[in-house]
């Protein structure tokens, strides 16, 4: 869990891993996209099932200390970013999982973001579907469209994550709407 925050649950922008590896595409992408949130001026604050005991999770347990900070921090926050690999075309179970321990109103007024990746092209119509349907529950919220990059599109090395010229418009105009939609949270 990483923290930017000037305290330990507030953050502008909560992000929640769904993969189980740290070191995953889909979770170094998040990392890379909460690197230029922050360069914007906005603080992040990260999530990933490693934060939370299983059966807390599995048990939905909303007064462990663990989800009790992840409730607060979405709380607080003016967006939530949720990012996965695609498992059986659609998003993780490890994701839900944790989404469903937020309330329904959890994100009013709250800008959404769902981004995932994948080997095939052909999971995008699905996940971004699921995505939008997860929005939707959620009342009130602002979803972006969803953010889907391919295994292929990504330039990986040991220290940096990279993105091929086709898709590095796309994520920079995601950062960019994501960003001019908390400000404007941010200053009602």
């Known amino acids: 869990m990483s923290t930017t925050a000037s305290t330990a649950n507030k953050a502008d922008i909560v992000l929640i891993a769904g ?10 992408v998040l990392a890379e996209l909460a690197e230029r949130w922050q360069r914007l001026g906005l603080s992040t604050r990260q999530f990933g099932v490693h934060d939370f005991g299983a ?7 909303t007064d462990a200390p663990e989800v009790v ?6 709380g607080s926050a003016k967006a939530l970013v949720l ?27 709250k800008v959404a973001l769902g981004v995932a ?5 052909n999971h995008a119509p699905s996940v971004s579907s699921a995505y939008e349907e997860l929005f939707r529950f959620f009342r009130g919220s602002l979803a972006l469209p969803t953010l889907y990059l391919r295994d292929d599109q990504l330039r990986l090395d040991a220290e940096r994550l990279g993105f091929d010229a086709s898709v590095e418009a796309r994520v920079q ?4 709407t994501l960003a001019g939609a908390v400000r404007d949270r941010l200053a009602l």
């Open 19 to 28: 993969s189980p590896s740290g070191s995953s595409r889909s979770s170094r």
């Open 173 to 176: 105009a995601a950062v960019v």
């Open 117 to 121: 990746t994948a080997k095939l092209e």
């Open 69 to 74: 900070a992840l409730l607060e921090a979405v």
């Open 83 to 109: 990012a996965t690999p695609v498992y059986k075309a659609v998003y993780s179970g490890v994701l839900k999982t944790i989404v469903d321990l937020l309330p329904p109103e959890a994100l009013t007024g």
């Open 55 to 61: 059966e807390d999770l599995l048990l939905a347990r």
